[in-house]
Structure formats: C-alpha cells, structure tokens
C-alpha cells in the first residue's frame, strides 16, 4: 500500500528495543514536529477550508500522540531527553523543490509530510511485529495505522489541490529517492534511523 522501495530490516526493531529511552524520546520528537509540520502547511494555505480542518485533525493527534509517549517515559522511570536533529527528514527537506510557484511549493510540502508519515508507519509496523514489549507492541500496532491515515490524507491534498505538477510522477521520484536513501539508515535505535 506505501508503495516504499525498501523496507526495513525487522532486526532494526532489536536494536530499537535496545535502548528504549532512546527510541521514545526520538519517537516524541517525531511526534511533536509533525504536529509542526501540519500546522505550517496550514498557516500557508488557510484559503483550503476542507484541509485546515483535517490537518488541525492531524496536528491535535500528533500532539496526542506525543503526550502518549511521554506518558510511557514516564512510567517506565526514563527521562524525555532533548530533541535532536532527523538526518533523514534533512535529507528529505533537501529533496523537496523549492522552485517554482506557490502552489507547486505546496504540493512539494504535502508530498514530504506524505513521505515521512509512510516510513513512519512501516517503522511502526516493524517495531509492533517484532518487540518483545508486549504494551509497545500494542502501542505501535495504533499508531502504525494512524499514521497509514496521515499519509493518505496528504497525498490525497496533493491531487485535489495541484494546479500543474503531477502528483502521480512527483510521488514516484519521492518514493525513488527515498529508496536510495533509506539505504544509509536502519543503525540506529530512532525512528527513523
């Protein structure tokens, strides 16, 4: 259904639950700039009635979101460390045109917040199908669905609203150069590392 040329290697998800106070802290993070991200497209483009509302949807659930995993920091006696950069969110960000007109800019945001919800969701997925932590995996179980929601919400704003670029071919490039790039990740106890 993602369409994602790679997938991850299910031994990434030991290497997560190796260090569980990393990858909960990594994932609030996650969390809480998504949230960002929906309500910067929104501030751009507040004249699309129907997507300020769903993307105010999207922000509140990714700020749930990021309580949720607080709350799990919490109870199991870790501490929510500092954000830290995404190296691969830069490198998408670096993907994304930035020629070109207002609305293809648009269109060019929705399709990175698309990207990232995607592989978001199949970590997700890899992390619930394959952790011990039986309350985790439960846990990822939710959100991997919720972020399959987020994902085909942006992607379906960028074929409602393109006034030019073509979504269909501009989503394959995506998804071609996020299957090159995910190569140099998948190390890391972080979401997407």
Same mark, same amino acid.
């Given at each position: ?13 030991? /290497? %997560?639950?190796?260090?569980? *106070?990393?990858?909960?802290?990594? $994932?609030?993070?996650?969390? +809480?700039?998504?949230? @960002? ?20 949807? /999207? %922000?509140?659930?990714?700020? *749930?979101?990021?309580?949720?995993? $607080?709350?799990?920091?919490? +109870?199991?006696?870790? @501490? ?35 990207m990232i919800e995607a592989r978001s969701c199949e970590r997700f997925r890899v992390l619930s199908d394959n952790i011990k932590d039986e309350e985790l995996a439960v846990f990822y179980r ?52």
């Open positions: 259904m993602l369409g994602l040329k790679l997938l991850t290697d299910p031994r990434w998800a030991n /290497i %997560a639950e190796s260090n569980l *106070e990393e990858i909960l802290t990594d $994932h609030a993070w996650c969390e +809480q700039k998504a949230a @960002t991200n929906a309500i910067t497209i929104i501030a751009y483009n507040s004249e699309h009635e129907d997507l300020v509302t769903a993307l105010t949807d /999207i %922000a509140i659930e990714e700020m *749930e979101h990021f309580k949720m995993v $607080h709350e799990i920091i919490k +109870q199991r006696g870790y @501490t929510l460390g500092r954000e830290r950069k995404d190296d691969y969110v830069n490198q998408l960000f670096k993907f994304m045109k930035k020629d070109g007109s207002r609305n293809d800019a648009f269109i060019e945001r929705l399709l990175f917040a698309a939710d959100l991997m669905i919720s972020e399959a929601g987020h994902y085909t919400t942006f992607l379906k704003f960028a074929k409602k609203y393109t006034e030019k670029v073509d979504v269909d071919q501009r989503w394959k490039e995506w998804l071609d150069f996020e299957g090159q790039l995910i190569q140099n990740y998948g190390t890391q106890e972080t979401v997407h590392g």
